[in-house]
């Protein structure tokens, strides 16, 4: 103090150096469009609003986080209980339950006390218990999350405990921190760490992500938005690059932290291909021909009810394309029935040529054109069936499957008469 300074004004620069302004709002609020960040910042400095512009393009929404000092460890721990929610996988949130039970071990071994944490503990697990209620009972609501957050003592507590693991976790992994200290680790970690509204800096944010949410298999993304050239804001990745199941993405304003969602991929329409749900049917096939095949088709086209045989079939224009032979079952193979073919006597060239019947061809415009496979050529692929009753039906008095079967006889008057 001067020697000229009264009691009074130094009082008073006391007061001044620990002023904290009155902070409203929520500690974490919902999810907002990014497109309200770019107009917060329409008026700044035109790195900012470059950088704000393409954020709002390819990160859709942001969540703020009440800058009381512990900022930087909400993000991260609502992030973390965040991305288990959406992952909607029970087992895995068991498995995260039984790893941060298993902390309390490390707790212990670097001399925290079992009555001291233990109700920060209960904090983080009640909160993963419900997680895993709201997975089993198909609720996607993440209100709970807000509540649990923003209900004050229950958020202090969840933070401390974040808090408490990754100050253990750093001094059992010294090494790996103290050369970027200026002060000795315990001393950072007491001061730092564990004290509540206390900003996190990059070699406390690394710690908590090595040793809290590193073995979780989440990655962890930080995303300045400062004054560096570009129009882009900065990534860096704090875990190993792999494969993760879910990233926290962590918007970074000098001295804030918020959190930030990635725009989800637009499908283009164009690369849909169109599915035809009808099975077995295309259009798109090879020229079929008759005499392509290896053996008679004649004798089992008879077998079908009113089939027209007397069209001409012709040959195929080109060599049929060798077929594929598919392996034979070991228990049966289909071998085609031997046909006889039977010489049919041809008329003496002297007998005069019988003349064509000039009756007229009955009408068929009222029978029904079923439909047969289409590899088979016009006309042979239509067959003209009597509309009532249906030939082939079992419920033709005259088909053998009728309860009341009664087979036709032939009758020569009406026989020649057709």
Same mark, same amino acid.
């Given at each position: 103090m001067s020697a000229h300074q009264s009691p009074d004004m130094a009082h008073f620069q006391q007061l001044s150096?620990?002023?904290?302004?009155?902070?409203?709002?929520?500690?974490?609020?919902?999810?907002?469009?990014?497109?309200?960040?770019?107009?917060? !910042?329409?008026?700044a400095d035109p790195i900012y609003v470059a950088k704000t512009a393409t954020l709002a393009q390819t990160h859709?929404?942001?969540?703020?986080?009440?800058?009381?000092?512990?900022?930087?460890?909400?993000?991260?721990?609502?992030?973390?209980?965040?991305? *288990?929610?959406?992952?909607?996988?029970?087992?895995?949130?068991?498995?995260?339950?039984?790893?941060?039970?298993? @902390?309390?071990?490390?707790?212990?071994?670097?001399?925290?006390?079992?009555?001291?944490?233990?109700? @920060?503990?209960?904090?983080?697990?009640?909160?993963?218990?419900?997680?895993?209620?709201?997975?089993?009972?198909?609720?996607e609501d993440d209100s709970f999350l807000l509540e649990a957050f923003n209900e004050e003592y229950n958020s202090s507590s969840i933070i401390t405990h974040f808090r408490l693991m990754t100050s253990a976790w750093m001094k059992i992994n010294r090494a790996d921190y103290e050369p970027y200290l200026a002060i000795p680790l315990d001393v950072y970690c007491e001061q730092t760490v564990e004290t509540v509204k206390t900003e996190i800096d990059e070699v406390g944010l690394q710690g908590l992500v090595n040793g809290v949410i590193e073995n979780s298999g989440f990655a962890v993304e930080i995303l300045y938005l400062d004054r560096s050239e570009g129009s882009e804001v900065t990534p860096h990745l704090l875990t190993p690059n792999r494969p993760s199941p879910a990233t926290i993405r962590l918007l970074y304003r000098p001295g804030h932290y918020d959190l930030l969602y990635k725009t989800d991929p637009v499908i283009p329409t164009s690369t849909i291909t169109p599915v035809n749900y009808q099975y077995a049917m295309t259009s798109d096939y090879t020229p079929w021909y008759p005499n392509s095949l290896s053996f008679d088709l004649?004798?089992?086209?008879?077998?079908?009810?009113? *089939?027209?045989?007397?069209?001409?079939?012709?040959?195929?224009?080109?060599?049929?394309?060798?077929?594929?032979?598919?392996?034979?079952?070991?228990?049966a193979s289909f071998q085609p029935p031997p046909v006889t073919h039977t010489p049919v006597s041809s008329p003496s060239s002297s007998a005069p040529a019988a003349p064509l019947s000039s009756a007229p061809l009955p009408d068929k415009s009222s029978e029904l054109q079923v439909r047969l496979n289409p590899l088979v050529r016009e006309p042979m692929n239509t067959l003209p069936l009597s509309s009532v009753?249906?030939?082939?039906?079992? !419920?033709?008095?005259?088909? @053998?499957?009728?309860?009341?079967?009664?087979?036709?006889?032939?009758?020569?008057?009406?026989?020649?008469?057709?």
């Open positions: 150096n620990t002023y904290e302004p009155e902070l409203e709002g929520p500690l974490v609020r919902s999810k907002q469009s990014s497109n309200i960040l770019k107009d917060e !910042y329409a008026n859709s929404h942001y969540r703020v986080m009440k800058g009381d000092g512990n900022c930087g460890w909400r993000a991260v721990a609502f992030g973390y209980f965040e991305s *288990l929610l959406k992952l909607r996988d029970v087992t895995k949130v068991a498995t995260e339950l039984a790893r941060i039970k298993d @902390f309390n071990k490390l707790l212990d071994s670097v001399g925290q006390q079992e009555h001291l944490y233990d109700l @920060f503990v209960d904090a983080t697990v009640e909160l993963l218990d419900k997680v895993s209620e709201a997975i089993t009972t198909g609720n004649n004798p089992v086209l008879m077998a079908v009810p009113s *089939l027209p045989l007397d069209s001409p079939v012709g040959d195929a224009p080109f060599q049929a394309a060798p077929v594929y032979a598919y392996p034979a079952h070991e228990h009753p249906f030939r082939n039906s079992h !419920y033709n008095p005259a088909h @053998f499957q009728n309860s009341e079967f009664q087979p036709l006889q032939w009758d020569p008057i009406s026989g020649h008469n057709k």
